[in-house]
């Protein structure tokens, strides 16, 4: 039933295959760079920075309206099944919320990915879901609701620095791929 | 140091389809079980409010973890997650009731974290790559789980890609070396010389992927006909 209804929902918005694996491709490499680069600097929401830019870079290079959702719901699939996940089965939603905020940012405004200002603006609106995201997950677990605030902005402010990081690089790399004619 | 580690991911991923027919050293339970078990005691593991119920759950994840056997789990790593993670939580906890009361209350909410994370790795420890996928296709659309099994089987190929590109860059002059990236003004060369090529190799590879599956007639048939190692 839920199978069935997925596949209608994908025979209505039906991606391009190409599209489909390179928004695939962001998300794998979204989850996978992080391995890669090991940034063990101990400041929670570091990470943010990876995430945030593969997601708005997959919705800046494609002109697929739910493309960072749908890279979102990828790479916390791919997170949670390979081990990397440190939420469990929530990472996906974790990934899903960020990504919804996203295209949601493209959607409302379509200038986005040529202006700085405004990446920087959705990015740190789509890295601030952290602090829902994080809330959360602490209330499910029974923490104290004012240490699970304490907790949830300690880890929201440090997402949403890293995350504004990652989406200030967006314009300069969708700039470049419109120059060497690779999106339109 | 960023070669090495390139390296490593690189025959972990290339490993990961290939190592199917690795014998499993643990109890062989079908993927469907498996997920299901690990999903089940991650969520019990959020439920857990009492001590008791805890050990419960810490009991039955011991009891799979025993079953199973999952090979290269990183103790280190594993362990510094969860003292960072204590660390955090038990020094709030204390900021909040103002005394050493709520180090026990601190210490049940890191352990609770810590399991619900848990059982998801074993299970990735215990499953191949190319499983984990098959089982995907389970719950997901066929179109999904193709794209997610294609990215993960070429991921190494795109990786090896990148650190080529990395190399030449570092050739070049670039100033992208780990200790270059130390210092945040270098990173727009990161991107200029790295990220964007990239992303162009990544795209090339998606397009010319799209058009081997599609003069495959891709799409004919609703359900996967073939899966690597079939």
């Known amino acids: 039933?839920?199978?069935?209804?997925?596949?209608?929902?994908?025979?209505?918005?039906?991606?391009?295959?190409?599209?489909?694996?390179?928004?695939?491709?962001?998300?794998?490499?979204?989850?996978?760079?992080?391995?890669?680069?090991?940034?063990?600097?101990?400041?929670?929401?570091?990470?943010?920075?990876?995430?945030?830019?593969?997601?708005?870079?997959?919705?800046?290079?494609?002109?697929?309206?739910?493309?960072?959702?749908?890279?979102?719901?990828?790479?916390?699939?791919?997170?949670?099944?390979?081990?990397?996940?440190?939420?469990?089965?929530?990472?996906?939603?974790?990934?899903?919320?960020?990504?919804?905020?996203?295209?949601?940012?493209?959607?409302?405004?379509?200038?986005?990915?040529?202006?700085?200002?405004?990446?920087?603006?959705?990015?740190?609106?789509?890295s601030s879901t952290k602090f829902f995201t994080a809330y959360g997950i602490n209330a499910l677990v029974g923490m104290d609701p004012v240490v699970n605030l304490q907790r949830s902005l300690l880890e929201a402010a440090g997402a949403v620095v890293f995350g504004v990081a990652g989406g200030l690089m967006v314009p300069m790399v969708v700039r470049r791929l419109k120059a060497y004619d690779v999106i339109k | 140091m960023a070669g090495d580690r390139f390296s490593r991911l690189h025959t972990t991923l290339a490993r990961g389809s290939h190592h199917d027919n690795r014998p499993d050293k643990g109890i062989p339970l079908p993927v469907g079980v498996k997920m299901l078990l690990a999903l089940t005691l991650s969520c019990l593991a959020f439920l857990a409010r009492t001590e008791t119920f805890l050990g419960m759950v810490t009991a039955a994840n011991l009891l799979v973890f025993v079953l199973l056997r999952p090979q290269g789990v990183s103790w280190w790593r594993q362990g510094r997650l969860f003292v960072f993670q204590t660390t955090v939580i038990v020094v709030l906890y204390i900021l909040r009731f103002g005394s050493l009361a709520g180090v026990r209350d601190g210490l049940l909410i890191s352990w609770q974290l810590f399991l619900a994370f848990w059982p998801t790795m074993v299970f990735a420890k215990t499953t191949s790559q190319a499983k984990i996928v098959r089982a995907m296709n389970r719950i997901m659309p066929s179109r999904m789980s193709f794209v997610m099994a294609t990215c993960l089987k070429f991921a190494p190929h795109l990786l090896e890609e990148v650190r080529d590109i990395y190399e030449g860059q570092v050739l070049r002059g670039a100033r992208i070396l780990p200790k270059d990236l130390a210092r945040p003004w270098n990173w727009p060369d990161l991107v200029h010389c790295v990220v964007v090529p990239a992303v162009v190799q990544g795209m090339a590879l998606a397009g010319n992927i799209a058009m081997a599956a599609r003069v495959r007639d891709f799409g004919l048939h609703s359900r996967r006909t073939c899966w690597p190692g079939d």
């Open chain 1, 1 to 126: 039933m839920m199978k069935r209804l997925s596949a209608r929902f994908c025979e209505k918005f039906r991606l391009p295959l190409k599209d489909a694996l390179f928004l695939g491709f962001c998300a794998v490499f979204a989850v996978l760079t992080r391995v890669v680069l090991r940034l063990h600097l101990h400041i929670s929401g570091h990470a943010m920075i990876i995430k945030v830019f593969f997601l708005m870079l997959a919705r800046g290079s494609t002109p697929c309206l739910y493309g960072a959702s749908f890279t979102a719901l990828l790479a916390g699939t791919a997170a949670m099944f390979l081990g990397f996940a440190k939420a469990g089965p929530l990472i996906i939603v974790k990934y899903l919320v960020t990504g919804i905020v996203i295209d949601a940012g493209a959607f409302l405004l379509p200038m986005l990915f040529r202006s700085y200002v405004l990446c920087a603006l959705v990015a740190g609106a789509a």
